[in-house]
Nanobody, 127 residues
């Protein structure tokens, strides 16, 4: 079992930056694939970024590529999402997700691939 707690959300102006954190419980954090998803009002949950257990592979949605960076610190059981050049369309609730086995490739981008989810943190970008 893994419990995930996000933090770092808030209100920021367009062009600004935020760093989200996801603290995970459990001794096997380093073996989990970690991801970030987001859900805007009236929209479906969508993939943002994912990182392999080692941190050696990362995946990004086209909409955030070049602006967001996912990383992890296995010694601290924590995953991060550095968000730069934020846009109003980035406004959403951001969710941390984890799973101990994902086939790879496009499966990293599918919410159904992840068994564990945080409660979400609100990010609001004003224009």
């Amino acid at each position: 079992q893994v419990q995930l707690v996000e933090s770092g959300g808030g209100l920021v102006q367009a062009g600004g930056s935020l760093r989200l954190s996801c603290a995970a419980s459990g001794r096997t954090f380093s073996s989990y694939v970690m991801g970030w998803f987001r859900q805007a009002p009236g929209k479906e949950r969508e993939f943002v970024a994912a990182i392999s257990w080692s941190g050696g592979s990362t995946y990004y949605a086209d909409s955030v590529k070049g602006r967001f960076t996912i990383s992890r610190d296995n010694a601290k059981n924590t995953e991060y999402l550095q968000m730069n050049s934020l846009k109003p369309e980035d406004t959403a609730v951001y969710y941390c997700a984890a799973d101990d086995f994902i086939l790879g490739g496009s499966y990293y981008t599918m919410s159904s691939s992840y068994d564990y989810w945080g409660q979400g943190t609100q990010v609001t970008v004003s224009s």
